[in-house]
C-alpha cells in the first residue's frame, strides 16, 4: 500500500484560511439567530434548582455530550443521557426539577422527542 501523497504546503495553508473562514461566516450568521427565545432559555435554566439534561441522538449527541461537559465544567450541574438508553430505563434519572436540553438536526427522531417530553 503506498503512502497518501502529501499536497504542498501553500496548498495546505489556503485549505485551513479557507476553513477558519467558512467557520467565521457560520458563527458571525449565529448573532441574529440569538433571540428572546435564547433569553427564555438562559432564564429556564439559570432559575431551575436541578441539573440541566443534555439529550441527543448521532452527531447531536456527540455535540451533546460537549455542552453537558463545558456546562458542567462552568459550574451549572449538567449530565449527558443518550436517548436510546433513556427509554430503555436511564429516564429515571432525570428528575422533576431537572431542565431538559433536547438537541436534534432535524428535529423529528424520535428518541430525544420521547425522552424530552417525560414527566417524571
Given amino acids: 500500500m503506498d503512502a497518501p501523497k502529501i499536497p504542498p504546503h501553500s496548498v495546505l495553508i489556503a485549505s485551513a484560511r479557507k476553513t477558519v473562514k467558512i467557520e467565521l461566516e457560520a458563527v458571525a450568521a449565529l448573532s441574529d439567530r440569538i433571540d428572546e427565545s435564547f433569553a427564555r432559555a438562559c432564564e429556564i435554566i ?3 434548582t436541578g441539573r440541566v439534561v443534555v439529550i441527543g441522538m448521532g452527531k447531536s449527541g456527540h455535540v451533546g455530550r460537549k455542552i453537558a461537559a463545558t456546562l458542567a465544567s462552568t459550574g451549572t450541574t449538567a449530565m449527558f443521557v443518550h436517548p436510546a438508553e ?3 430505563g436511564d429516564i ?3 428528575a422533576a426539577n431537572d431542565v431538559v436540553l433536547a438537541l436534534s438536526n ?4 424520535e428518541d430525544p422527542r420521547l425522552a ?3 414527566q417524571t
Fill in 106 to 109: 432535524s428535529g423529528s427522531t
Fill in 92 to 94: 429515571g434519572m432525570i
Fill in 86 to 88: 433513556a427509554s430503555h
Fill in 116 to 118: 424530552a417530553n417525560t
Fill in 46 to 48: 439559570l432559575k431551575s
